[in-house]
């Protein structure tokens, strides 16, 4: 892979489907160093906890908060808060937050971005037996155990 420059302003990037973000840059773009995407993230919305295999996982929070859960314990991240988690380290987030709260999130090294992409295509919210990403238990684990990442049952 090799690198490329990227200049992007405010509201560039490519966009998230559903207008839940922007990509900023992927590992295509950085030699499979990391990939960084801008992320708004629903009142209420959480991720349930999970372990990633092949990358570290970094948030830097711009507007609202996020709740990490981290080994049973809780931490709030607000507005220029900065949380790093290397590989491996089980971890869930939700938006703790009376509005959106909007955040950067980076993937180092690259790879996990395609699954964000992968599970767009997927995505079929309101139908009966689809979990917070809009797919079947099934669908999910398939997904996840391709890109490394297990969801833990708490």
């Known amino acids: 892979m090799t690198e490329e420059s990227i200049l992007l302003k405010a509201s560039e990037g490519r966009p998230i489907h559903g207008g839940s973000g922007l990509v900023k840059a992927t590992g295509a773009q950085t030699g499979g160093g990391y ?14 906890r999970h372990v990633h295999a092949r990358e570290a996982e970094a948030w830097y929070v711009i507007e609202g908060e996020l709740t990490f859960s981290l080994d049973g314990a809780q931490f709030v991240a607000g507005p220029a808060s900065f949380v790093h988690l290397p590989i491996g380290v ?9 509005d959106v709260t909007r955040f ?3 993937f180092s090294p690259a790879g996990l971005e395609r699954y964000f992409d992968e599970r767009e295509l997927l995505e079929r919210f309101g139908e009966p037996g689809r979990d917070y ?8 684990l398939a997904l996840a155990n391709k890109y490394g990442l297990t969801f833990l049952d708490d």
């Open 133 to 140: 990403a809009g797919q079947t238990h099934d669908e999910h």
């Open 35 to 48: 990939a960084l995407r801008e992320l708004f993230m629903p009142v209420g919305r959480a991720i349930p």
């Open 104 to 106: 950067i999130q980076i």
């Open 90 to 98: 089980p971890h869930g987030v939700r938006n703790s937050s009376a």
